[in-house]
């Protein structure tokens, strides 16, 4: 079976990352990172990387004068590693519109909350505060706006009375890690048709994963 290559973008710690080369070390999974690349030299996103053989690059963004030179850099690796499709795990920059546009339907985000509810920062604290039931995080294919694009997959965790951001943060983060490689694996087998502004899932349950209580 031939694999699609997969260049994995990282910024801090990897734990999404370390949840695909988990499932990616299965040979018969569809998809193989070929390449993760930091903005951040020293992470340990990093050291997972090089623990599980994966080839890294070091590309610091404070060492180019524009935006779009250092996505151009990026773009260039890539390429060069033959990647099919790019996966950002924890990748804590905003990207040029024409590296995404040269990705388009090609690259994918993890988001921490159920999209299209609250895009940005802090999500763990702004679901609690607005008395949400449910929380979860969602994998979409990504455009030039933050945190939008077509989803692909959502799972979904439930908000119970005492929990803190940190308790609810922990619990999404166990569903990240499932939500996440079952996204990559849609995505390389060809299941994904994009419609407008929605993903057609061609697969049972259409990508959505739906937690019992703790």
Not at 52 to 64: D, E, L, N, Q, S
Request: charged fraction near 20%; glycine fraction near 10%; hydrophobic fraction near 45%.
């Amino acid at each position: 079976m031939s694999r699609t290559k997969v260049g994995v973008l990282v910024s801090g710690r990897g734990s999404n990352l370390q949840a695909l080369i988990d499932s990616c070390a299965d040979p018969a999974f569809p998809a193989e990172i070929a390449l993760v690349i930091s903005n951040v030299p020293g992470v340990f996103a990093l050291e997972r990387a090089k623990r599980a053989g994966i080839p890294t690059r070091v590309i610091p963004h404070k060492g180019f004068p524009s935006r779009e030179e250092f996505d151009a850099a990026m773009d260039a690796e890539l390429r060069a590693a033959g990647i099919g499709i790019v996966c950002l795990a924890g990748f804590m920059r905003l990207l040029s519109t024409p590296f995404v546009q040269g990705w388009a339907g090609r690259m994918i985000n993890i988001h921490p909350a159920l999209l299209p509810s609250f895009k940005g920062l802090h999500t763990h604290e702004r679901a609690i505060a607005a008395g949400c039931k449910l929380h979860g995080c969602s994998v979409h294919l990504v455009t030039p706006d933050l945190d939008d694009g077509p989803l692909l997959v959502q799972a979904a965790v439930p908000v119970l009375p005492d929990d803190t951001p940190d308790s609810l943060a922990t619990r999404v983060l166990e569903q990240e890690h499932r939500a996440y490689p079952l996204a990559l694996k849609l995505l390389a087998l060809g299941k994904v048709t994009v419609d407008g502004a929605v993903a057609r899932i061609d697969a049972p349950g259409g990508g959505a994963i739906i937690n019992p209580l703790p």
